[in-house]
């Protein structure tokens, strides 16, 4: 199984790239975030017509939304409110192959990394409690977590640690988050476990970057991780640099797994 994750930062303004994407890079199952539109909106049936005719879809009005678009069928397709919201910011489904994918898009948390001034912080250091205790008392097997999890958890998941220590995901209190939510919920973070520790990774990189290939301000933001039964079963991980440089890009792009 070939999976990709990518927030698309609107599906239907960026619909001709994706199934681009579908296409040249083989891809068995999809997940989307940001996907920006109301499930009577989105292009399902341009995805079926091309090959990806099973979907899970959930989406709201201009923010949010997360998709899961698969070439075989999938089932027991569900979500979970976090937070105590009811944005769209989950969804799960479990493929042909028995394999569970969870799909996330965390909030970002605003621009002031301090929950007592800042509301969309607080919000999403609730959202990645909330994530790790549900894992705690469900430990993942056979299942696969992806998203933009805004959250860059190493020093070699940002362009400079140092300088973004005080910036909103890389601050010590979510980097901490994420890895107890890694370690203690049970995952393996398939793509730094295949990079290696060393490798410099990003996924994501400014809008406001007058020249984002040169400057290479990037961050790890999109992430994949698999239950440890299925961590020997990885066979390559790539990210999709160049994806950032078409017309009209997301800001993000794909990271893709095969298991």
């Not at 199952?29 to 996907?35: K, P």
């Not at 201009?62 to 989950?90: F, M």
């Amino acid at each position: 199984m070939k999976l990709a994750t990518w927030n698309i930062n609107s599906v239907r303004l960026r619909l001709p790239l994706v199934l681009q994407f579908l296409q040249d890079a083989d891809i068995d199952v999809l997940c989307l975030q940001e996907t920006k539109t109301e499930d009577q909106h989105f292009p399902a049936a341009a995805f079926a017509e091309a090959g990806w005719p099973y979907q899970a879809i959930r989406g709201e009005k201009s923010y949010n939304g997360v998709a899961i678009l698969a070439r075989q069928p999938i089932s027991r397709i569900t979500h979970r409110e976090w937070a105590g919201k009811t944005d769209c910011r989950h969804i799960s489904a479990v493929t042909a192959d028995g394999v569970q994918i969870e799909n996330f898009y965390v909030p970002a948390g605003g621009d002031i990394a301090d929950p007592q001034e800042n509301p969309k912080f607080a919000h999403k250091l609730q959202f990645i409690s909330e994530m790790t205790q549900h894992f705690l008392a469900h430990p993942p097997q056979r299942q696969i977590l992806v998203g933009d999890l805004n959250v860059a958890p190493l020093a070699e998941d940002v362009w400079s640690s140092k300088q973004l220590l005080k910036v909103v995901s890389h601050t010590p209190v979510e980097t901490d988050a994420l890895k107890a939510l890694i370690a203690d919920g049970g995952w393996h973070d398939a793509v730094r476990g295949h990079f290696g520790a060393d490798a410099r990774l990003y996924s994501w990189w400014s809008y406001r970057a007058r020249d984002w290939a040169a400057s290479d301000r990037g961050r790890r933001l999109d992430h994949i991780w698999v239950s440890h039964d299925l961590a020997d079963a990885v066979q390559d991980v790539s990210i999709h640099r160049a994806l950032r440089g078409v017309e009209k890009p997301s800001d993000h792009v794909p990271v893709v797994i095969s298991i």
